[in-house]
Nanobody, 132 residues
Framework: QVQLVESGGGSVQAGGSLRLSCAAY?????????MAWFRQAPGKVREGVAA????????VYADSVKGRFTISQDKGKSTLYLQMNSLKPEDAAMYYC????????????????????????WGQGTQVTVSS
């Protein structure tokens, strides 16, 4: 059974850091074409934050987090991470891990990796709160 479990959320002050983790069960991270972090604030659409292709070694970030967030993987632990630095109040949201096995090439991956429509597997989310 495919399962994604997020952890690491919490409450921090603006300028602080958090590291989110997403543990994968039922499959190996290296078999995935894409893993990503999404976030959803109350009343807003779920948006892609960062994505990584374990099989191709590609990464992509939303403009709003470039230079502050880093997505990475530990294949040995089948875990995806999101290091979040210089957090802002607008980063506060429920953060979700997502994964998918389908691969259609690098060009299409870059175009679609931050789109929630391409992911079939989702975790339950971990809450991030940032106070000003």
């Amino acid at each position: 059974q495919v399962q994604l479990v997020e952890s690491g959320g919490g409450s921090v002050q603006a300028g602080g850091s958090l590291r989110l983790s997403c543990a994968a069960y039922g499959f190996t991270v290296s078999s995935l074409s894409s893993m990503a972090w999404f976030r959803q604030a109350p009343g807003k659409v779920r948006e892609g934050v960062a994505a990584l292709s374990p099989s191709a070694g590609l990464t992509v970030y939303a403009d709003s987090v470039k230079g502050r967030f880093t997505i990475s993987q530990d294949k040995g632990k089948s875990t995806l991470y999101l290091q979040m630095n210089s957090l802002k109040p607008e980063d506060a949201a429920m953060y979700y891990c997502a994964a998918d096995f389908r691969w259609a090439g690098a060009v299409r991956w870059y175009r679609e990796a931050l789109s929630r429509d391409v992911y079939n597997y989702w975790g339950q989310g971990t809450q991030v709160t940032v106070s000003s």
